[in-house]
């Protein structure tokens, strides 16, 4: 199955700023999937990233607040703009294999805004 | 709209029991069900997988069972260890999708 690196694993970022998260697959994905997780629940997909294309972004969640760059099959970034307390959360970006094999997940960025 | 229940937030059971763990589903057709562990502060591990057509999948000590009539899903962990504590995630995909809808998690705790 694929590894994932994530990064940064975690930060304390201050109100207003923007925050860039990366991910970098160890073989080339069709689509990488951003989840947020909040404090105490579960996963909640944010977008869908394809290679050459602009994301397709999930209900509620919008480009200018989580821009999000897939500029080769290896790579993605996902961006947290203009943060408030609201957007603490850990942020997880996944890969999708092939037909009948489960997803591979980073270890996630815990992200705390002051 | 679509709704993924998993039984409850926590459960606590004596070392060596079977843990069963359950994931209801309404108004969705999912093509795979997946199980995922995730301990704290890391992401979901994959653990099992069982298609729509599939009853039942085995690996090691798990065992999945997948009733789309009932709409459930069942996770059991035989002769359970302390080790097995953690959140098990029930997430399913659709034929269409290709991303994963996640239900709520539990947490099992195995007591020594």
């Known amino acids: 199955s694929a590894v994932i690196s994530q990064k940064p694993s975690r930060d304390i970022c201050q109100r207003g700023t923007s925050l860039t998260i990366q991910c970098q697959v160890d073989?080339?994905?069709?689509?990488m999937f951003w989840y947020r997780q909040q404090p105490g629940q579960s996963l909640t997909l944010i977008a869908t990233?394809?290679?050459?294309?602009?994301?397709?972004?999930e209900s509620g969640f919008v480009i200018d607040k989580f821009p999000i760059s897939r500029p080769n099959l290896t790579f993605s970034t996902l961006t947290v703009s203009n943060m408030s307390p609201e957007d603490s959360s850990i942020y997880l970006c996944?890969?999708?294999?092939?037909?009948?094999?489960?997803?591979?997940f980073g270890s996630g960025t815990r992200l705390t805004v002051v | 709209s679509q709704k993924i229940e998993q039984n409850s937030e926590a459960l606590n059971i004596q070392e060596g029991k079977t843990a069963t763990l359950t994931c209801n589903y309404t108004?969705?057709?999912?093509?795979?069900l997946q199980w995922y562990r995730q301990d704290p502060g890391r992401g979901p591990v994959f653990l099992l997988l069982?298609?729509?057509?599939?009853k039942e999948k085995r690996k090691e000590r798990l065992k999945v069972t997948f009733d789309t009539t009932l709409k459930q899903s069942l996770f059991h962990i035989t002769a359970s260890q302390p080790a097995d504590s953690a959140t098990y995630l029930c997430?399913?995909?659709?034929?269409?999708?290709?991303?994963?809808?996640f239900g709520s998690g539990t947490q099992l705790t195995v007591l020594p």
């Open positions: 996944s890969v999708a294999p092939g037909q009948g094999y489960g997803y591979t």
């Open positions: 073989s080339q994905v069709t689509m």
């Open positions: 990233a394809n290679q050459g294309s602009e994301a397709t972004y």
């Open positions: 108004n969705y057709s999912p093509a795979y």
């Open positions: 069982i298609r729509e057509n599939e």
């Open positions: 997430a399913l995909r659709s034929g269409s999708a290709r991303q994963l809808t």
